[in-house]
């Protein structure tokens, strides 16, 4: 069964640390992996998208790598800041887009981060 | 800001009674969802359509029924409301087609369903 698996399941961090937060999948085929942010009460936000042949990205104080061997991403934060504080959610794509354009996503459950000053 | 929008943002209702979930986009977007949440847990898809008249039932049964009559409307209905139902419904669309921006999901803040 295609599934994510991100870990911790919570991290709390004091502001202006660094933290790393990681996915495993066991997706396949696989097409790419995506780092949305979910505020509180809000809709997730796209942080960056990774392709099969991408290993690292970044996208402000955010830099996610993914390693397509071993089936595992990680998303770095940088000089965290209080309105880190979210659940980050990893999100792999099951196939390559048909015809359609549909691809099947698989959601992790998230990490949940605290940043505390 | 965002350019998808969901109303309510929560809800209280009782049981028994007819609810509906209002989604809508102003992307132009083809393709929309609709996924529950509940706390600490994935997302897990509940509906999708491809375009106008176009729906389909994703990978969790739901209760629940979805109209696309205008490209930019998706909204999902709960005949019968029940206990089980309370959870958190978020609407979100996508480009369609093959380049990088297809299937890259812009979510509404979502609507809070609590049935008592």
């Known amino acids: 069964k295609n599934q994510v698996e991100q870990s911790p399941q919570s991290l709390i961090i004091l502001e202006g640390k660094n933290c790393t937060l990681q996915?495993?999948?066991?997706?396949?085929?696989?097409?790419?992996l995506r780092w949305y942010k979910q505020d509180t009460g809000r809709g997730p936000v796209s942080l960056t998208i990774m392709t099969f042949s991408e290993n690292t990205k970044s996208n402000g104080r955010y830099t996610a790598t993914l390693d397509a061997d071993t089936k595992q991403s990680s998303l770095h934060i940088t000089a965290s800041q209080l309105s880190d504080s979210a659940s980050y959610i990893c999100?792999?794509?099951?196939?390559?887009?048909?015809?359609?354009?549909?691809?099947?996503?698989?959601f992790g459950k998230g990490t949940r981060l605290s940043v505390i000053a | 800001e965002a350019d998808i929008y969901q109303t309510p943002r929560y809800l209280v209702i009782g049981t028994g009674k007819k609810i509906t979930l209002e989604c809508s986009q102003t992307m132009g977007h083809d393709k929309m969802y609709w996924y529950q949440q509940d706390p600490g847990m994935e997302l897990h898809l509940i509906h999708y359509s491809y375009g106008v008249n176009s729906t389909e039932k994703g990978d969790l049964s739901s209760e629940s029924t979805v109209s696309r009559i205008r490209t930019e409307h998706f909204p999902l209905t709960l005949e019968s409301a029940r206990p089980s139902h309370t959870s958190q419904y978020l609407c979100a669309s996508s480009e369609t087609g093959l380049g990088s921006g297809a299937n890259v999901l812009t979510f509404g803040a979502g609507s809070r369903l609590t049935v008592l």
């Open positions: 996915c495993n999948y066991t997706v396949s085929p696989f097409s790419n």
């Open positions: 999100v792999v794509s099951e196939a390559p887009p048909g015809s359609r354009g549909n691809t099947p996503l698989v």
